[in-house]
């Protein structure tokens, strides 16, 4: 079993910053690929990235790269989200997952276990 919860979401005008960070409880944490995923209100649940085990070769959706980055420290069982330059169209809730097979899959199905989702909200 493995239970996230996101924090670090908030309020935040367009250009600014936010890390969001998904902490996590569970022994297969530590070898889970995690996922970060969005869902605006009137749309479906989006990836927005994805890093395995080890930190390595993370993806992203092309909406976010060179903008968003994902890190983790197992130490922590932590994930975290820096999310810059942000705009208003990055405005929805954002959830944390985990696959305990270890894919960074952009598919939200490839996913055991997630958060209960972080709101961001991006003003103009």
């Known amino acids: 079993q493995v239970q996230l919860v996101e924090s670090g979401g908030g309020l935040v005008q367009a250009g600014g910053s936010l890390r969001l960070s998904c902490a996590a409880s569970g022994r297969t944490f530590r070898y889970s690929a995690v996922g970060w995923f969005r869902q605006a209100p009137g749309k479906e649940r989006e990836f927005v990235t994805a890093i395995g085990w080890s930190g390595g070769s993370p993806a992203y959706a092309d909406s976010v790269k060179g903008r968003f980055t994902i890190s983790r420290d197992n130490a922590k069982n932590t994930v975290y989200l820096q999310m810059d330059s942000l705009k208003p169209e990055d405005t929805a809730v954002y959830y944390c997952?985990?696959?305990?097979?270890?894919?960074?899959?952009?598919?939200?199905?490839?996913?055991?276990?997630w958060g209960q989702g972080t709101q961001v909200t991006v003003s103009s």
């Open positions: 997952a985990a696959d305990v097979q270890g894919r960074t899959a952009s598919l939200s199905w490839y996913y055991d276990y």
